[in-house]
C-alpha cells in the first residue's frame, strides 16, 4: 500500500490509504469535526466508507502520527467536461455519500470531504492532506481538483452580505473563513457559489466551488456524446419463446450496429408471451407470466447485454415478492448485471385486472456515459419523484409507457416533456404499439417514441430531440450531449434548477432504499437455446 510522509508542526505526518479497520475511528473523528451534519451523510456510516473503498481506495487516505489517526480525506473522480462550474448538490455529486457514480475515465476529482480531529488542529495536518490528495491528481493525469467548502462563518454576516460579498472579502483578508481561508492558502481558487448544496445551518446552506489546477496535466478529450435506441414494439400473436426472443434479439442486435449506448423497450412488451399459451383470465395470466417467464426473460436480456455490449432498459415485467405483484423495470449492463426499477404509482386498471402493488424505491444508476433511472408510465406524471432523482444528479431519465389510446399516450408525452424541462435533464420514451386480442387487458396500444430536452438554445427548438411515427414498429435512434445539460444549468435563458424558492417549499423524500446502496445482481448463468 502506497504511503507517504509529510512534516507538521506536531512532528512527521504519515499519509497513507484506508483501511477497514480505521472505520470506527473516521466515524468518530468526522462526529467530531462536525457535529451539526450527521444527517446529511457527512458523518459517514461503515456502509459508505466500505463503498468508498470498494469503488476508489487510491482516494481514501488517513493522516497518522504516532499510530493515531488525526485527519482524513474522501475523494472521488468526476466526469466535468466542458462545464466544471455547473451548480450541484453535495447529494447529486456524491451520490447520497455512496460514490457510486465515481468514474475512472472522468476528468476531476473531487473532495467529497477533509477533516482534522479538533484538538489537533492548527498543526498542518490539513495542509499535509491537501498535498497529498494534490499528488493523487498529478499521479492520475486529471485536470483539477473541484470541491465544495461550506461558508462556515456567513450565517453571522449574512444579514449584511450577499455569499458572494462575503466571499470577496474573505479573498481581500477583512474576514477570516476556518473553512475559505485555509483552502485559499492552500492554492485554490474560487469559481462560484453553489447554493443548497447541503442542509449546514452555519453557512445557510451556502458553499464556494474552488479549484486547484493540475499543471502536469496532459490533455485529453472525453466525449459528453450519448447515444439511444427507443424500441417502438409491436405485440403480436407469437408461437414459442424462442419467437420473442428473436424478435427481442433484432432490436438489441440493429442498437448495437448503430453502436447506441442504451436501448430502451417499452413497459409490459413481455405480455406477448401470453399469447402463445392457454386463454387466461387477466389475474390468472399476469401471475402467469411472472412465475413461469421471470427467470427466462432475465436469462434472455442478461445474455443479449453481454453479447452486445451495451445497457438495456428492460421495459418492465410482472415480478412477484412475498406474495405482492409488482410491475417492475430491469435495467442490465454491458456485463450483463441487473437492478430492478419498481413502478410507484399505479394505475387504475393495473389494480382492477391485474393486482399489481406499488413499490416504494426509486433507484439512481451511475454508468460511464451518465448518470441514469427510469420511471415507468404513469410515474412520470408525478413531478415529485422526477425532481428528487434530479437531486440526485441523474442526467437521463428513460421512461417506458403502455397505453392503449392517443389520449394516454400524450399524458405521458406532455408529462414527460414537462419533466424534462423543469429539471433540465433529457427523457426517453417508448411505448409498444399493436394488438393481442386473446390477451385480456392488453387489446390495442398507441405508442410514439421519442426523446425529449430541456427547451433551449443549447437543444433542439421545439425541446424535441426524436420522435417516431406513431404506431408503426421501428427503431428511434439518436445522439444526446450531456455537454449541453451542464451548460444550460449554469448559464440558459432561464435555470430553474438554481432558481429553486426552497425558502417556501419544504421537499422530504420517504423513500424505502434512502438509506442503503445500490448493488447489481450478478449476470445468470445463460441456459436458453441459441
Not at 445539460?485 to 432561464?494: D, H, N, P, Q
Amino acid at each position: 500500500m502506497d504511503s507517504s510522509t509529510y512534516q507538521s508542526k506536531a512532528g512527521e505526518v504519515l499519509i497513507r490509504q484506508v483501511e477497514p479497520d480505521d472505520f470506527p475511528r473516521l466515524i468518530e473523528l468526522n462526529s467530531k469535526a462536525f457535529p451539526l451534519l450527521g444527517e446529511e451523510n457527512v458523518v459517514w456510516s461503515v456502509r459508505q466508507l466500505h463503498n468508498h473503498l470498494k469503488v476508489f481506495p487510491a482516494g481514501q487516505l488517513v493522516a497518522v502520527i504516532g499510530g493515531r489517526i488525526v485527519g482524513a480525506v474522501s475523494s472521488l473522480v468526476i466526469k466535468a467536461d466542458r462545464d466544471p462550474y455547473r451548480q450541484h448538490t453535495y447529494a447529486g455529486v456524491t451520490d447520497g455519500g455512496y460514490f457510486h457514480n465515481h468514474d475512472p475515465s472522468g476528468d476531476t476529482l473531487y473532495g467529497a470531504d477533509v477533516y482534522v480531529d479538533p484538538d489537533d488542529q492548527g498543526m498542518g495536518i490539513g495542509a499535509a492532506l491537501y498535498e497529498a490528495r494534490r499528488v493523487l491528481c498529478k499521479r492520475l493525469n486529471l485536470r483539477r481538483i473541484l470541491a465544495g467548502g461550506r461558508l462556515a462563518g456567513y450565517a453571522a454576516m449574512a444579514a449584511g452580505l450577499t455569499p458572494e460579498e462575503y466571499v470577496q472579502r474573505v479573498k481581500d483578508g477583512e474576514i477570516r473563513d476556518n473553512v475559505l481561508s485555509f483552502q485559499l492558502r492552500e492554492g485554490f481558487v474560487v469559481r462560484g457559489i453553489l447554493r443548497n448544496y447541503i442542509t449546514d445551518p452555519v453557512s445557510l446552506n451556502h458553499a464556494s466551488l474552488i479549484e486547484w489546477l493540475n499543471p502536469d496535466y496532459v490533455e485529453t478529450e472525453p466525449s459528453s456524446k450519448v447515444r439511444i435506441a427507443c424500441v417502438q414494439y409491436q405485440v403480436r400473436k407469437i408461437d414459442s419463446f424462442q419467437d420473442f426472443a428473436n424478435q427481442v434479439e433484432y432490436f438489441v442486435e440493429t442498437a448495437a450496429d448503430y453502436r447506441s449506448d442504451f436501448v430502451l423497450f417499452p413497459e409490459f412488451f413481455t405480455v406477448q408471451l401470453l399469447s402463445f399459451i392457454e386463454p387466461l383470465s387477466s389475474i390468472q395470466g399476469i401471475r402467469r407470466l411472472s412465475t413461469d417467464f421471470t427467470g427466462p426473460f432475465i436469462e434472455l436480456m442478461s445474455g443479449l447485454a453481454q453479447k452486445y455490449g451495451l445497457y438495456i432498459i428492460g421495459g418492465s415485467h410482472p415480478i412477484e415478492e412475498d406474495g405482492e405483484l409488482y410491475n417492475k423495470c430491469l435495467i442490465f449492463d454491458p456485463e450483463g448485471r441487473y437492478i430492478a426499477q419498481p413502478k410507484l404509482h399505479i394505475t387504475p386498471s393495473e389494480k382492477r385486472y391485474w393486482g399489481i402493488s406499488g413499490g416504494s424505491e426509486l433507484i439512481v444508476l451511475p454508468t460511464p456515459k451518465a448518470k441514469i433511472a427510469v420511471q415507468i408510465c404513469y410515474d412520470v406524471e408525478f413531478p415529485e419523484a422526477t425532481r428528487y432523482l434530479a437531486d440526485q444528479g441523474v442526467d437521463i431519465l428513460f421512461v417506458p409507457y403502455c397505453c392503449d389510446d392517443r389520449h394516454a399516450q400524450l399524458r405521458v408525452r406532455y408529462c414527460a416533456q414537462a419533466r424534462a424541462i423543469e429539471n433540465q435533464i433529457f427523457v426517453a420514451t417508448a411505448g409498444v404499439i399493436g394488438n393481442l386480442p386473446s390477451v385480456p387487458a392488453m387489446d390495442i396500444h398507441y405508442g410514439q417514441a421519442a426523446v425529449f430536452t430541456p427547451s433551449d438554445f443549447e437543444f433542439a427548438r421545439d425541446g424535441i430531440q426524436a420522435i417516431a411515427d406513431s404506431n408503426v414498429e421501428t427503431l428511434l435512434v439518436t445522439d444526446i450531449d450531456t455537454g449541453d445539460l451542464y451548460r444550460s444549468r449554469a448559464s440558459g435563458s432561464v435555470t430553474p434548477r438554481l432558481d429553486r424558492r426552497t425558502d417556501l417549499f419544504d421537499f422530504k423524500v420517504k423513500l424505502k432504499n434512502l438509506d442503503t446502496s445500490i448493488e447489481l445482481t450478478e449476470a445468470p448463468e445463460i441456459k436458453l437455446p441459441k
